[in-house]
């Protein structure tokens, strides 16, 4: 069984700055996408950002358009979120998400962390 692990999160005063980093407990076989979410106490979980290593291409929610960046290594299955000017409303739970193939004749998976609190606040 496959683990992501988050760190990263924190306290933080608006206009701050945190770096998340998520790492999975092994190497996988093939990434399809590799990706951010949060979720606020209350509400749905929402994407933050998106990368499909196949065309290497990032996605990200408008919010954070300009903020936010994620940077991938699929060869060794990490995936960091530099979050600059952080807001308010970027406060939340922020899960890695990974999904792929851990061997060859594996079904493609989903594989979400627990999380990592990113509290942003003065």
């Known amino acids: 069984q496959v683990q992501l692990v988050e760190s990263g999160g924190g306290f933080v005063q608006p206009g701050g700055s945190l770096r998340l980093s998520c790492v999975a407990s092994k190497e996988f076989f093939s990434i399809r996408t590799m990706a951010w979410y949060r979720q606020t106490p209350g509400e749905q979980r929402e994407f933050v950002a998106i990368?499909?290593?196949?065309?290497?291409?990032?996605n990200y929610t408008e919010s954070v358009k300009g903020r936010f960046t994620l940077s991938g290594d699929n060869f060794k299955s990490t995936v960091d979120l530099q979050m600059d000017s952080l807001k308010p409303e970027d406060t939340g739970v922020y899960y890695c998400n990974i999904n792929g193939w851990i061997t060859e004749a594996s079904v493609r998976t989903d594989y979400w962390g627990r999380g990592t609190l990113v509290a942003v606040s003065s």
């Open positions: 990368w499909l290593p196949r065309d290497d291409t990032v």
